[in-house]
């Protein structure tokens, strides 16, 4: 594996140099375009915040009541739930557990080597 590694890296040393001249010429012919792009976007994305703030901020106060009300009527459901299962869950935990811990028992020798 090292001797790949080795041998992998010397092919990408020279992809990496032997294309950066490209590379370095593409961004450098595109960069005011990029420049461009981003400015004209960040207005658009600027002005859809501002303009629809007041929309979302109205949402929020319609629906946070709402969500609210939820939470409080469904956390007893939620917590019951949990107290029910808890000892099924810890099982199922301590079951996988022993399997992970058998598995790499058995398995960290072939790792290993």
């Known amino acids: 594996m ?4 080795v ?6 040393w020279q992809w990496l140099f032997g294309t950066n001249s490209d590379m370095w010429h593409w961004l ?5 375009d990029m ?10 994305i600027w002005q859809w915040l501002f303009g629809n703030s007041s929309d979302m901020w109205q949402w929020m106060i319609v ?5 609210w009300q939820w939470l409080v009527g469904n956390c007893s459901d939620m917590r019951l739930w949990l107290v029910d299962n ?3 869950m810890w099982q199922w935990l301590v079951d996988r557990s022993n399997d992970m811990w058998q598995w ?3 398995n960290s020798s072939d790792m290993w080597q």
């Open 7 to 12: 041998d992998r890296s010397t092919d990408m």
């Open 86 to 88: 808890s000892s099924d």
């Open 104 to 106: 790499l028992v058995g």
């Open 2 to 5: 090292w001797q790949w590694l």
């Open 28 to 32: 450098v012919g595109n960069c005011s």
């Open 63 to 67: 629906y946070s009541s709402d969500l």
């Open 35 to 44: 420049c461009q792009w981003m400015v004209d976007r960040s207005t658009d």
